[in-house]
């Protein structure tokens, strides 16, 4: 199974990020909430698929729990434009999200795949 690590300011993801910088290295970031039911189903279906576990090998792993709407929470999603979840930011190894490849809503692990396809051939 995959392994998470939360992050809880936009400070902490912005270190995050810039670490992954300078390793070259690529960054999921997984906006979740406890109330979210298609994010659970996500968890259970998608991220739990033999092959994204597979592709996702050496990608570093983010998520913001949102299921409080504190200040830190809203500052993460102001940031990025971002309403509510699931929703799955992809980065290069640049530290630049990927837009045009963003996951909003559940996705299934084909399609989930395919994004994983573009951010790994950039």
């Known amino acids: 199974s995959l392994s998470f690590e939360t992050i809880k300011t936009l400070k902490d993801l912005e270190g995050k990020l810039g670490t992954a910088k300078e390793r070259q290295q690529t960054t999921l970031l997984d906006f979740t909430a406890s109330w979210c039911t298609e ?11 033999p092959n994204v576990i597979r592709e996702l090998q050496g990608v570093q792993l983010l998520k913001v729990d949102i299921t409080e709407n504190n200040e830190n929470n809203r500052e993460i999603l102001k940031k990025f434009t971002l309403s509510l979840p699931p929703i799955v930011l992809l980065f290069e190894k640049n530290g630049n999200e990927i837009k045009n490849i963003r996951a ?17 051939s950039r």
């Open 39 to 49: 994010c659970e189903r996500m968890e259970k279906t998608t991220f739990s698929d």
């Open 104 to 120: 909003v809503g559940y996705k299934n692990a084909n399609d989930f795949l395919k994004r994983l396809k573009i951010l790994h």
